[in-house]
């Protein structure tokens, strides 16, 4: 059966209008049911752009990035940990949201930096288009973390009525900031879901895949939400509102915090595991000669 829809190979973009579905492409051979409409129609379009910026084939293979993963990935982890910890604390009011977000602050300073050194644009041959952008950008959004701790630090604490120590009330410019820096810290790992999912990684992609639809909804309500306020200033909430606030909200948030610091200890435990296993291949053969050797001279004759 022919066509006369204008239609692309999805492997090389050669027009396949009015070829059978069951004849390869004259062009790179790839079978014609892999192929994008090029109607005008809306779905055509949208399977255009998924094909051209998540479904992409004939990609780059990912080069040795081990050392680096190594290194920055297990950083990552023990930040996005400690930040884990600072949290859990502040919400049972185990330390005053003062201390909580000055510890943010410092931890803010230097995420960034391992954002930077995890997104290599290194692998962007090895990433679809719509990724090579969010490594691009996305890392410099890291900043409006410290930035807006930074204006909550000299424009909000010297007020009276907002010490460290009090009920602090909200700064729209943090939470104008902390938006922004989110919705990139979303991107950065949907990022690394694809970069697992290209080494082959699968539960370190879905952890950082729920990470990042986590923050749109969880993570939004926790750091929009005043119940971390009140906790922290110990001005006394119903105990079932209170718990029911820890059970359906802040337990669940947690958990996929710690996903996300667990998918990053995996990418750097994986990346250290193989990189000991090269290292154990060089002079194998050797090593293995030299024992048949040995048991040569040794054994009974």
Not at 116 to 123: H, Q, W
Not at 286 to 296: D, F, P, S, T, Y
Request: glycine share 8%.
């Amino acid at each position: 059966m022919q066509t006369e829809e204008q239609v692309k190979c999805s492997n090389c973009g050669y027009d396949m209008r009015g070829l059978g579905r069951g004849i390869l492409c004259p062009e790179c051979g790839c079978e014609t049911s892999n192929r994008v409409s090029g109607g005008n129609g809306s779905e055509g379009k949208v399977m255009q752009f998924i094909n051209a910026n998540v479904a992409v084939k004939g990609l780059a293979t990912v080069p040795d990035i081990r050392n680096r993963i190594k290194f920055w990935m297990k950083l990552g982890g023990v930040l996005v940990f400690v930040f884990f910890f600072f949290q859990l604390l502040v919400t049972f009011a185990l330390i005053p949201i003062g201390t909580y977000r000055l510890v943010l602050f410092v931890l803010s300073l230097v995420w960034p930096l391992v954002v930077f050194e995890m997104l290599t644009p290194k692998v962007n041959a090895s990433m679809p288009p719509m990724y090579t952008w969010i490594q691009k950008y996305a890392p410099y959004s890291q900043w409006c973390w410290a930035i807006g701790y930074g204006l909550w630090l000299v424009f909000h604490v010297p007020r009276t009525d907002f010490t460290l120590g009090g009920n602090l009330r909200f700064f729209y410019p943090i939470l104008i900031l902390h938006a922004v820096a989110g919705i990139g810290l979303a991107g950065i790992s949907f990022w690394l879901h694809d970069l697992a999912l290209r080494l082959g990684l699968d539960c370190a992609a879905k952890r950082c895949n729920v990470f990042a639809i986590a923050i749109f909804t969880l993570g939004f309500l926790v750091f929009v939400l005043p119940w971390k306020h009140i906790a922290a200033a110990n001005l006394g909430v119903a105990g079932f509102i209170f718990t029911g606030y820890i059970l359906a909200l802040m337990i669940p948030w947690l958990w996929c915090v710690s996903l996300f610091a667990r998918a990053l200890f995996e990418f750097s435990a994986d990346a250290a595991w193989s990189l000991r296993y090269d290292a154990n291949l060089e002079g194998r053969q050797e090593r293995i000669r030299q024992k048949q050797e040995n048991h040569e001279q040794t054994r009974w004759f």
